[in-house]
T-cell receptor, first 112, second 115 residues
Framework: KNQVEQSPQSLIILEGKNCTLQ??????????LRWYKQDTGRGPVSLTI?????NTKSNGRYTATLDADTKQSSLHITASQLSDSASYIC???????????FGTGTRLKVLA | SQTIHQWPATLVQPVGSPLSLECTVE??????LYWYRQAAGRGLQLLFY??????ISSEVPQNLSASRPQDRQFILSSKKLLLSDSGFYLC??????????????FGPGTRLTVL
């Protein structure tokens, strides 16, 4: 069954600290994996996209990793800012159906 | 550049009333269009997608319907709302269904509350 699971469900950190969000998936066949940031009450915005052959990809203070063998991905946020407070959603695209399989997200809150 | 609009931003409707949510895309032609629902604590659920005018694919049986009367317009409707229709509705577009251009761009969403 195509599933995407994220952990933790929620996370609270202090401004300036680093954090890592986890994503495990069972989607097959695999096309690519995306991390989206969703501010409260807004639509998701893409942060990174990773294909099967990519292990690491960075976008500013965001670094995503992918282990296609273990079907795990992580999103590392460095030197967190108050504006990083949002939900982070892991999405895996099935290359057979081309459909997006969404995780339930990790809700991050950064405190001053 | 491309932009996607949704309206209304928020809506409170009584049970049994009709619904019409609108989504429009600017700056591109022949986009693929999608309607998602996001319930609290749940991942986004694909409701409908469309690859062209008048072409609608339904993903889950439900109380809702979709239409695409124009190339860049996608409408989500219901004849009689249920309490379970409450949620955050997101419209998205992509250049293609597959390959490098299948990135989906999301609209700002509509918060629907059915009382």
């Amino acid at each position: 069954k195509n599933q995407v699971e994220q952990s933790p469900q929620s996370l609270i950190i202090l401004e300036g600290k680093n954090c890592t969000l986890q994503c495990n998936y069972t989607v097959s066949p695999f096309s690519n994996l995306r991390w989206y940031k969703q501010d409260t009450g807004r639509g998701p915005v893409s942060l990174t996209i990773m294909t099967f052959s990519e292990n690491t990809k960075s976008n500013g203070r965001y670094t995503a990793t992918l282990d296609a063998d273990t079907k795990q991905s992580s999103l590392h946020i460095t030197a967190s800012q108050l504006s990083d407070s949002a939900s982070y959603i892991c999405v895996v695209i099935n290359s057979g159906t081309y459909k997006y399989i969404f995780g339930t997200g990790t809700r991050l809150k950064v405190l001053a | 550049s491309q932009t996607i609009h949704q309206w209304p931003a928020t809506l409170v409707q009584p049970v049994g009333s009709p619904l019409s949510l609108e989504c429009t895309v600017e700056g591109t032609s022949n986009p693929n269009l999608y309607w998602y629902r996001q319930a609290a604590g749940r991942g986004l659920q694909l409701l409908f997608y469309s690859v062209g005018i008048g072409q609608i694919s339904s993903e889950v049986p439900q109380n809702l319907s979709a239409s695409r009367p124009q190339d860049r317009q996608f409408i989500l409707s219901s004849k009689k709302l249920l309490l379970s229709d409450s949620g955050f509705y997101l419209c998205a577009w992509s250049r293609s269904l597959a390959g490098a251009n299948n990135e989906q761009f999301f609209g700002p969403g509509t918060r629907l509350t059915v009382l």
